[in-house]
């Protein structure tokens, strides 16, 4: 049996970053496109675009830097600004992940948790 949590960021109650949304970034800078990144967590590239859009907003850095096409075709990369956010969340997220499992473990104790018993 496993526990699950998720864990957002929202700024004046709107969401500013989460799971979904450090997908979205890790995948831009695994394929150095956002064309590319939205099709690989099935997404459209503009609902890609208003997620950045947003985040840099409500959070007042710039996240990725978009180079145009042509020539030598486009592109684009995270700012050092997002790396490293996206560094602090995973680390507030595995903090949060270990609290809830302990929680978990000590209301419904570890013999009930390998047996699958409650």
Known sequence: MDIKSKLWIEIDGEPVFGRGRRFLLQAIETYGSINRAAKEINISYRKAWSYIKAMEERLGI?????????????????????????????????????????????????EAVRKKRF
Not at 68 to 73: D, S, V, Y
């Open 62 to 110: 710039k996240l990725v830097e978009r180079h145009a096409g042509g020539k030598n075709g486009g592109g684009a990369v995270l700012t050092k600004e997002a790396r490293e956010f996206i560094r602090k969340y995973e680390m507030m997220e595995n903090g949060i992940r270990k609290l809830v499992d302990e929680r978990f473990r000590k209301i419904f104790g570890e």
